[in-house]
């Protein structure tokens, strides 16, 4: 949307597992989109081998500090609503969000708990800051797409590891159960990785008991085959 503005041309790389509805709500904001066998690390390796050879300017999705600078604005945005909350709960995948809202978060209100979560199949950034060091999965498996990173960056380890309380991690069953009850409560649709924060306090994996806390709920981008799937889950374990 910033290069449509702009008049200026872009290039999306988006890996073919994405939902079709996130693939064309990026078209439809004006960008060419480039669909890459794989997760978003092989389209991030995509994305910097056409860099190379357009000569075009990169713009990383999580490791960049004005990328960074703009996602903490939803921290103040946070502190502006509730002053006094004691707890926020972020989705993470490269860490961008994360790191953006914590430093907001703890440079205004020091007291106030951040913290994260992954899904179980995808923790990277839960195994970078428990060896002290980032570090590449092998793989990732969760149907939370847009928090299916392989590698954290190094400028989110660095502000994870000095302004984030805790990060923890959810299974996708978890997820799926979070994604209904957002329907169901909320009237809300929420993909994967937008549900991962309702899941958390959902599922106690921190203590948020009696404290007034916020859930970021991040995406609606989600497939209509896995949204059947997930209510249809959803009724039979009820």
């Known amino acids: 949307m910033a290069a449509a503005k702009s ?87 490269g860490g961008g969000l994360i790191s953006g809202v914590a430093f907001a978060i703890k440079t205004l ?7 994260g979560v992954q899904a179980v199949g995808a923790p990277s950034m ?5 060896d002290k060091k980032v570090e590449t999965l092998k793989s990732v498996s969760t149907f939370a797409d847009g928090i299916a990173v392989k590698c954290p960056g190094d400028l989110t380890y660095d502000l994870c590891s000095k302004y984030v309380d805790e990060i923890v991690t959810v299974t996708d069953d978890e997820i799926a159960t979070a994604i209904l009850t957002l329907i169901e409560r909320h009237k809300m649709i929420a993909e994967g990785a937008g549900a991962v924060a309702v899941s958390t306090a959902m ?28 209510i249809t889950h959803g009724l039979f374990s009820v």
């Open 7 to 93: 008049g200026i041309k872009s290039l999306i790389c988006i890996p073919d597992s994405a939902p079709i509805s996130k693939v064309e709500a990026t078209k439809s904001y004006g960008a060419d989109v480039y669909l890459v066998k794989g997760v978003y690390d092989d389209a991030y390796k995509k994305a910097c081998e056409l860099q190379k050879e357009s000569g075009a300017t990169f713009i990383h999705p999580f490791n960049d500090t004005k990328v960074i600078a703009g996602q903490g604005t939803i921290g103040l945005e946070i502190l502006n609503q509730l002053a006094d909350v004691d707890a926020v709960i972020v989705p993470v995948g």
């Open 109 to 115: 209100n020091p007291k106030c708990k951040v913290y």
């Open 126 to 130: 839960v195994n970078a800051l428990k």
């Open 203 to 230: 599922f106690n994996k921190v203590d948020i008991k009696g404290k007034k806390v916020v859930c970021l709920v991040s995406g609606g981008n989600i497939d209509v085959t896995i949204l059947s799937r997930v």
